[in-house]
T-cell receptor, first 113, second 113 residues
Framework: DAGVTQSPTHLIKTRGQQVTLRCSPK?????VSWYQQALGQGPQFIFQ???????QRGNFPDRFSGHQFPNYSSELNVNALLLGDSALYLC????????????FGPGTRLTVT | QKEVEQNSGPLSVPEGAIASLNCTYS??????FFWYRQYSGKSPELIMF????GDKEDGRFTAQLNKASQYVSLLIRDSQPSDSATYLC?????????????FGTGTLLAVQP
């Protein structure tokens, strides 16, 4: 049973550039949530996708956008990168059954220089 | 007031002892509670979840929930050096448009051989 996968593992970008991160959910899961985790902090909720629509959004600017595809995989896009966007980006998948158990992928470490 | 609070630690316990990790939350509407373990440089791993008041045991782990006092705890019996990690408490609230996990900043556990 394949778990949550994310790509790439690491990424280095320059301020002002754009980045796309990818996530494939655990088999059988239909919901994808994205989190940002800065060093020494807990994950912060960015947004959640279900049935190809953004269902809930955290306190992040519009530079952060996403998409979910018919196969439930998802992308996170960040435009006009800032130094403060450097973090571990985590994708979590779950099944929309009311239990809200979320399982994380390995994450993408983004460094903005 | 932070929504989910944890003592950042480090909590140092000798091998074989019981480690007790605590978490308080502010939203009385919270219904689902999760404990994640995160090794340095890795993504969070779901180790326990609890929905009802009382205790829930799984191997060496016991989660305890007291909704009246708004706290949830995790006990690790017979602690091993491999248990050394950051433990994240996460809370999910039902109702309204809320559909996300809110994380604490985590407690660093160090098990001394």
């Amino acid at each position: 049973d394949a778990g949550v996968t994310q790509s790439p593992t690491h990424l280095i970008k320059t301020r002002g550039q754009q980045v796309t991160l990818r996530c494939s959910p655990k088999s059988g899961h239909d919901t994808v949530s994205w989190y940002q985790q800065a060093l020494g902090q807990g994950p912060q909720f960015i947004f959640q996708y279900y049935e190809e629509e953004e269902r809930q959004r955290g306190n992040f600017p519009d530079r952060f956008s996403g998409h979910q595809f018919p196969n439930y995989s998802s992308e996170l896009n960040v435009n006009a990168l800032l130094l403060g966007d450097s973090a571990l980006y985590l994708c979590a998948s779950s099944f929309d059954d009311g239990t809200y158990e979320q399982y994380f992928g390995p994450g993408t470490r983004l460094t903005v220089t | 007031q932070k929504e989910v609070e944890q003592n950042s630690g480090p909590l140092s316990v000798p091998e074989g002892a019981i480690a007790s990790l605590n978490c308080t939350y502010s939203d009385r509407g919270s219904q689902s509670f999760f404990w994640y373990r995160q090794y340095s440089g890795k993504s969070p791993e779901l180790i326990m979840f609890i929905y009802s008041n009382g205790d829930k045991e799984d191997g060496r782990f016991t989660a305890q929930l007291n909704k009246a006092s708004q706290y949830v705890s995790l006990l690790i019996r017979d602690s091993q050096p491999s248990d050394s990690a950051t433990y994240l408490c996460a809370v999910h609230s039902y109702g309204g448009a809320t559909n996300k996990l809110i994380f604490g900043t985590g407690t660093l556990l160090a098990v001394q051989p």
